[in-house]
C-alpha cells in the first residue's frame, strides 16, 4: 500500500501514457500540401504516405482512410460479414476492434486471451470452432503492439477456411518471425491516432495483397462513385477518405518509426529491470518467434500480491494492505504525482454492450483476470530517464 513515507517530488508536468512524438518534418509536406493547394482528399501526401506503408509492411496495398475504426469497418464489409454473421473477436481489445462487425450485423463472439501474449488464444479459438461449425471470419488483435501467436492462429482458422482480419492499429512496426504486423491477417488495418506508435493526428489504413479488394475499398471510401460524368451511386458508401493534411503528418513520421521504437523498448527494458524485485510482470511475448513495437509498456501484479479490488459501475476501490497493492492503487497514486496510468482494456465480454455475446474460453477466464490484475504504466517517448525512475520508485512506494 502506498503510505507516502518515501519522498517522491510529483511531475511538474503532466506525464502522459503516450502522447504524439514530432519531428519537424511533418511541417514539410504540411506546408507543401497547403502551398500547392492540395488541400483535400486528394494529393501527394495520401499517395506517399500509401506507398510508404506497402514498403515498411511488404504489402500490395495500403489504402489510406480516415481512421482505424473506418478501416476496421471496410473490412469487415469487404470480408463479406453481413447480418447475423457470427464472427469470432479477440476479447481482450479495444472496443474498435469489434464494433465495426456490429456495424455491419454481425454478431461478435469473444475469444479468451493466453496469459503469454494477451493476445487471442488458439486453443480457445478452436474450442469456438468445435462449437460454432458454420462460422468462417476471425478478427484478432495485436495488443499493446505484440504480434498473436499468428501461425497457430492460422492453421485453426485454414482448417476451418476462415478469413483473418488483422487489426494491427497498435502493433505497426512489430513482426512474427520476420512477418511484419499488417500482413498477418487476409485483410489487415492499421492506425495513426494521436497516441499510437506514430501518428497522423488521425487516420488508419486499411492493407491487403488482394487486387479487386482493395479497389473495392477504395471507391466504398468515396462514397461509392461509379466513373460517369454524373454523380452515379450503385453501393452504399461511405466518405472515409483520408486527408491530405494527416497524410503529411504521417509521411513525416514514417522516417522515425524505427527511432521510436526503439525508445519504446529503452522504455519497457527499463521499467522490466527497474521493478524486477516488485511482484509484477511485463506484458509478456514470446522472444523466439515475437518482436513487439513495444508500444505500451505494461505490469499485472502477481495474485498473491493483490490487496482487495472493487471495480463499481464507474468507480473502483480498494483497501490497502501492507507489501501489497493493486491496479487501482497504483493509478490513483501515480495520478498523485500527475502522471497517467491506464487499466488495461475492459475485456468486451464484461461490457455491458455486450452482455448478450458468447464468451469462449479453454481456461479460466484469463482475460478478465488480466484486466483485474494489469495496468498500463506511462510510456511516452518524451520522457526523460529520471522521470521514468520516479515513476519506477512510484510503483515501489505502493508495494510498502
Ligand atoms: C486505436 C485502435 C483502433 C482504432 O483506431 P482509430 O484510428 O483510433 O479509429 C482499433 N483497434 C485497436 C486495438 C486500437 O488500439
Redo the contacts with the bound molecule.
Keep these: 500500500m502506498y503510505t507516502g513515507t518515501t519522498v517522491i517530488t510529483p511531475f511538474e508536468k503532466k506525464l502522459y501514457l503516450a502522447s504524439p512524438t514530432m519531428h519537424g518534418e511533418e511541417l514539410v509536406y504540411i506546408n507543401r500540401a497547403y502551398e500547392t493547394n492540395w488541400m483535400s482528399t486528394l494529393g501527394e501526401n495520401i499517395d506517399e504516405s500509401e506507398r510508404l506503408i506497402e514498403r515498411r509492411t511488404g504489402r500490395k496495398h495500403a489504402v489510406a482512410l480516415t481512421?482505424?475504426?473506418a478501416a476496421?469497418h471496410l473490412a469487415v464489409k469487404a470480408a463479406g460479414i453481413t447480418r447475423g454473421t457470427k464472427v469470432f473477436c479477440s476479447d481482450l481489445?479495444?472496443a474498435?476492434?469489434t464494433n465495426p462487425v456490429v456495424y455491419e450485423g454481425g454478431i461478435p463472439v469473444f475469444i479468451d486471451a493466453e496469459t503469454s501474449t494477451w493476445n487471442m488464444d488458439p486453443t480457445s479459438l478452436a474450442l469456438a470452432f468445435q462449437k460454432y461449425t458454420d462460422v468462417r471470419h476471425v478478427v484478432v488483435?495485436n495488443l499493446f503492439g505484440t504480434p498473436c501467436r499468428y501461425e497457430a492462429i492460422r492453421a485453426v482458422c485454414e482448417k476451418h477456411s476462415a478469413v483473418i482480419i488483422e487489426?494491427a492499429?497498435?502493433a505497426l512496426g512489430a513482426s512474427y518471425l520476420h512477418k511484419p504486423a499488417g500482413t498477418l491477417g487476409d485483410i489487415s488495418v492499421i492506425?495513426?491516432?494521436g497516441n499510437?506508435i506514430i501518428t497522423g493526428t488521425?487516420g488508419?489504413m486499411l492493407l491487403t495483397d488482394d487486387d479487386t479488394l482493395a479497389a473495392k475499398v477504395r471507391k466504398w471510401s468515396t462514397q461509392s462513385r461509379e466513373d460517369a460524368p454524373w454523380y452515379q451511386h450503385n453501393e452504399l458508401g461511405y466518405n472515409y477518405r483520408m486527408s491530405n493534411l494527416v497524410a503529411g503528418v504521417i509521411r513525416g513520421q514514417m522516417n522515425h518509426l524505427d527511432e521510436h521504437i526503439t525508445r519504446k523498448k529503452a522504455i519497457y527494458d527499463k521499467y522490466q529491470k527497474g521493478l524486477s524485485d516488485l511482484p509484477v510482470q511485463m506484458n509478456p511475448f514470446d522472444e523466439a518467434l515475437m518482436s513487439p513495437n513495444y508500444w505500451l509498456s505494461c505490469m499485472t501484479l502477481n495474485p498473491e500480491a493483490m490487496c482487495e479490488q472493487h471495480r463499481g459501475k464507474l468507480k473502483p476501490s480498494y483497501v490497502p494492505a501492507h507489501g501489497k497493492s493493486c491496479p487501482s492503487e497504483i493509478l490513483e497514486t501515480l495520478k498523485r504525482f500527475n502522471a497517467e496510468g491506464r487499466p488495461l482494456w475492459k475485456p468486451m465480454h464484461l461490457q455491458p454492450l455486450y452482455a448478450s455475446n458468447d464468451f469462449i474460453s479453454a481456461e479460466d477466464d484469463n482475460s478478465a483476470d488480466l484486466f483485474r490484475r494489469g495496468l498500463c504504466l506511462p510510456s511516452d517517448i518524451n520522457m526523460t530517464e529520471e522521470q521514468q525512475e520516479r515513476l519506477i520508485a512510484i510503483v515501489h512506494a505502493c508495494f510498502e
Design positions: 481512421t482505424g475504426t476496421m481489445t479495444f474498435a476492434s488483435v487489426d492499429a497498435e492506425s495513426f491516432n499510437k488521425s488508419g
